[in-house]
């Protein structure tokens, strides 16, 4: 098997609510079909998000359904999420950062490291790194402008 090198991408983007409530929608696996367009299905393998908690989770992403079983090695609530894959056709590590802005609005920073081996083909690494980024990009402003409306309408 060759070696291939890991992709990072990294992304931080603005939601117009506090710190805990953006780490309650974007930190719980459960809540990742509702935000995010490429997630297709999730499961609960041990109850709620936790430290140590596990899931399974499916993706469809540039023309592959994948399927993953990933644990939660950090969660704390308005703060820092980070998750690791146990199983599935490669490996990664997700992290979001919650920073609270003095409106307090939430700045989120996501970071995500994947090594993909041969999963993708010939891919280039900076066009996934790019298909990745743009997907968090249009799901988290389609989150932004969710949570804005819900805002307004209060």
Same mark, same amino acid.
């Not at 499961?43 to 140590?52: C, K, Q, Y």
């Given at each position: 098997m060759t070696k291939t090198e890991q992709v990072t991408a990294e992304y931080a983007?603005?939601?117009?609510?506090?710190?805990?409530? $953006?780490? $309650?929608l974007i930190s719980d696996p459960v809540q990742d079909p509702v935000w995010q367009?490429?997630?297709v299905d999730v499961?609960?393998?041990?109850?709620? $998000? %936790?430290?140590?908690g596990r899931y399974?989770? =499916?993706?469809?992403?540039?023309?592959? %359904?994948?399927?993953? =079983?990933v644990e939660i090695s950090e969660f704390e609530p308005g703060r820092r999420s980070r998750f690791h894959t146990?199983?599935?056709p490669f490996g990664y590590v997700g992290t979001y950062e919650y920073v609270? %802005?003095?409106?307090g609005t939430?700045?989120?920073?996501?970071?995500?490291?994947?090594d993909p081996g041969d999963y993708f083909g010939i891919m280039p690494k900076s066009l996934l790194r790019k298909v990745l980024v743009n997907s968090v990009k249009k799901d988290s402003g389609k989150l932004a402008a969710q949570l804005g409306q819900g805002a307004r309408n209060r």
């Open positions: 983007f603005h939601l117009p609510v506090p710190p805990d409530e $953006a780490f $309650a367009a490429a997630c499961t609960l393998l041990d109850g709620p $998000a %936790r430290p140590g399974e989770i =499916t993706f469809q992403l540039i023309g592959k %359904r994948m399927q993953f =079983t146990v199983e599935g609270e %802005r003095e409106d939430t700045t989120v920073h996501w970071t995500f490291e994947v």
